[in-house]
């Protein structure tokens, strides 16, 4: 399934889009903040494209043609909720790319799958995730203290939440 936005496409992962991927998971910056290292070489892109393909709610986020990221929504059916995850590759922040596929997820996760509860969790010093959660009217719950074991360390996380009135009462809700 695809979802069409402004300047932004989410489709499902294609094993084509290793080599857009590769220079973008290489990127020590981009890395900070995920629970991967970056890659060492087209193999390692590979093996994280085998946790993408042909999964149900988790897209390719296409820019100008390219694969420039990731975007999920994890759902708990039981619990009709679900946490928002991505990653963006650094030539495309700071252009809108991650806030237009988050509103196209939150669209359809509120209005196709009627959740109830979109969350995002993001380590305590990613300042811009934080950011722009809030921009786009998620609320912070709290700090979840050594939350997840990442990368040898455990990391304390911060957790989001927006309830599907407080989507609709955005403006251009």
Known sequence: MELHGSGVLLRP???EDAPDLLPLCQDEELTRFLAWWPHQSLEDTYRMLEGYVGQE???AVEVEGRAAGWIALLVDWQN???EVATWLGRPY???GVNREAK???LDYGFGTLNLQR???ITHVENVKAQKGLEKLGFV???VLRRYRWVKGWHWDMVM???MPEEWLRRPGG
Do not use: C, D, N
């Open 13 to 15: 992962f294609r094993w």
């Open 160 to 162: 989001y939440s927006l």
């Open 57 to 59: 709610h988790q897209w």
């Open 118 to 120: 979109i969350e995002s």
């Open 80 to 82: 009709q909720i679900a």
């Open 140 to 142: 912070r719950e709290g």
């Open 93 to 95: 922040w700071g252009r």
């Open 103 to 105: 509103r196209l997820v």
